[in-house]
């Protein structure tokens, strides 16, 4: 799990100084971003110009024919994000520059944090689409998008799988959206058993009939509500050595003496963890899960069709 060497690209910033308004990355893709308040907020406090996530594009199913939607959890079920969320606030909140995706591609590679088999997963799920068996595929996660990562999240798994902006998912729902939603709706759960998450939601997001068939890939199902088909997946959890992510794919200003002086201990927690508890983590090399889902969602996809 140790990241291997390898050169970073170069990525769009920010100026360090100055004003800046809107963070174009060398892929064109738009952040958004009100960066003045970045330079003066506490991560939690930033707004985005887009609340909602991702808007992007209509599902391709007609209403009179519902088609199956695919639900993906993100965290632990898709990968295992906590470090490489860690990296991209330190971009933001440290560095005051957007985060390369490319780059993150690179680091993902290195680090086994995307789960073993997902690129088979999600490319399956789209050739079910777009062969009309599947109406939609959607992210619901969670995570909180306050700060963006949920939409760079979902940007750099496109640029893994070389697909354009938006071309991925058909919806995605965060921590902000599902709140807000469970408010509305009166759900209510213990903080400490996690969010519901409201397949009625997902339906009501995609403009869809309230009969269309959802069928979510989760590793935490009791969390799930209305769903027709579950899939539980176990929870995939890897550790990252970030120090060593920043050592090889930071370049000396983004990694100086005195940064990795003030951050080295943030940066090694999960590593640190893992090395005294490493039977809490996933053996990522025997981790199938998602292999067994690419035929299992098949043949639920086709009992939801009859
Ligand atoms: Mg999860």
Redesign the pocket.
Known sequence: MNPSCGTTPSCGTTPSGGEPKDVVSSEGYHYALEAEELTCSPVHFLTFESPTVVETGLPKVHAQTPKPVIVL?????IGSWGDLSLLYSYFWTVLRKAPCPTRFVEIAKATGVVRPHLAELLTSLLSMKAEGDVGAIVLM??APNCYGWVSFLVRVLEVWLDLGKGALFDLVLAKEQILAWNKEKSIFWRPEEGIPKDMHQVKAGLGLAPDTPTLMV???PHLVLHADRLLQVP?YNVAVDLVGVAETFLDKEEWSETLALTWRVTFSETWDIFCRHPHHFTDTAADVALKSQVKTVKDTVKTLCT
């Open positions: 959890d993100s965290d632990e079920t996660t969670a989760e590793d935490r929870p």
